[in-house]
């Protein structure tokens, strides 16, 4: 079985701290995600990166940046988090390069800025 | 407008009901992917489908192409089937998955 971890379940940080969500997969898989969900709103792509050190803006980049130095870990970081970063935040894996390929999800970081 | 329309939002059923979820898109996808993301947060997919019908115990997932419409159906409902249905189009050739807003399933006992 695929297996994706985040390194939090729950997280409550100060505004204006740096924070580093991490996510690790072990299927060797090339694409990693990191979304986040907030209601009404769906889920929403942040980043992807389809290897190591590449990566590519999703639809809400702005206040976010990404590592991806080795294939298995993918870094999410707020620079310096804000309350309407508050959110749950998903990372994803998949293997291939297309929308045609499932995507497996982590069990999520739920992240609360004061 | 999202490219995606999940109906309904929400949706309570008492235990035993048959459910169905749809899902309309207005994008040419490649393929159509149904995900369940029952509380405390994890998702997992269900089924990724670009044509016909596909089954997996009590759920079954349909698509109609020309039509740009997908089903997800729960036969025998049950609590445990209490969960956010989300259904995600892909495209070839991009990683991006367009998501809809999801329906929340409630099967009351």
């Known amino acids: 079985d695929v297996k994706v971890t985040q390194s939090s379940r729950y997280l409550v940080k100060r505004t204006g701290e740096k924070v580093f969500l991490e996510c690790v997969q072990d299927?060797?898989?090339?694409?990693m995600f990191w979304y986040r969900q907030d209601p009404g709103l769906g889920l929403r792509l942040i980043y992807f990166?389809?290897?190591?050190?590449?990566?590519e803006k999703g639809d809400i980049p702005e206040g976010y940046s990404v590592s991806r130095e080795k294939k298995e870990r993918f870094s999410l970081i707020l620079e310096s988090a804000s309350t309407n970063q508050t959110s749950m935040y998903l990372c994803?894996?998949?293997?291939?390069?297309?929308?045609?390929?499932?995507?497996?999800f982590g069990p999520g970081t739920r992240l609360l800025v004061l | 407008k999202n490219e995606v329309e999940q109906s309904p939002q929400n949706l309570t059923a008492q235990e035993g009901e048959f459910i169905t979820i749809n899902c309309s898109y207005s994008?040419?996808?490649?393929?159509l992917h149904w995900l369940q993301q029952h509380p405390g947060g994890g998702i997992v997919s269900l089924f990724m489908?670009?044509?016909g019908k596909k089954k997996h115990g009590r759920l079954i997932a349909t698509i109609n192409i020309q039509e740009k419409h997908s089903s997800l159906h729960i036969t025998a409902s049950h609590p445990r089937d209490s969960a956010v249905y989300i259904c995600?189009?892909?495209?070839?050739?991009?990683?991006?998955?367009?998501f809809g807003q999801g329906t929340r399933l409630t099967i009351n006992p």
């Open positions: 299927m060797d898989h090339e694409n």
């Open positions: 994008v040419g996808i490649s393929a």
């Open positions: 994803a894996s998949s293997l291939g390069t297309s929308g045609t390929v499932t995507q497996y």
């Open positions: 489908l670009s044509s």
């Open positions: 995600a189009g892909g495209f070839q050739g991009a990683q991006k998955l367009v």
């Open positions: 990166s389809y290897d190591v050190k590449m990566k």
